[in-house]
């Protein structure tokens, strides 16, 4: 059974940085791609983020470009999200979720992503 865990949400300030963590079981975590995406009250989830395989490659949503860090760790089995620079706008739950292959990753539709954890609420405060 795939389970995906996210942890390390909270609130913090404008300005301010927090840390992601994706922890997944029940299958090689190192032959997926990973992705984040995020839901705002009364908004549809939308695609923040996503990295391959091995890392190598990353690809990020325009409005999180430069803030945001996609990364992970296949020896923990482990996927982080790196946000500096929070904005209020960023507020919303946060989820990870597995994909076949970076290039469906990249494409950001919920869809083509095939496991999802139950979601990190962060809050930004003004």
């Known amino acids: 059974q795939v389970q995906l865990v996210e942890s390390g949400g909270g609130l913090v300030q404008a300005g301010g940085s927090l840390r992601l963590s994706c922890a997944a079981s029940?299958?090689?975590?190192?032959?997926?791609?990973m992705g984040w995406f995020r839901q705002a009250p009364g908004k549809e989830r939308e695609f923040v983020a996503a990295?391959?395989?091995?890392?190598?490659?990353?690809y990020y949503a325009d409005s999180v470009k430069g803030r945001f860090t996609i990364s992970r760790d296949n020896t923990k089995n482990t996927v982080y999200l790196q946000m500096n620079s929070l904005k209020p706008e960023d507020t919303a739950v946060y989820y990870c979720?597995?994909?076949?292959?970076?290039?469906?990753?990249?494409?950001?539709?919920?869809?083509?992503?095939?496991?999802w954890g139950q979601g990190t609420q962060v809050t930004v405060s003004s």
């Open positions: 029940g299958r090689t975590f190192s032959n997926y791609a």
């Open positions: 979720a597995s994909a076949m292959t970076f290039g469906t990753a990249k494409r950001g539709l919920r869809y083509e992503y095939d496991y």
């Open positions: 990295i391959s395989w091995s890392g190598t490659y990353t």
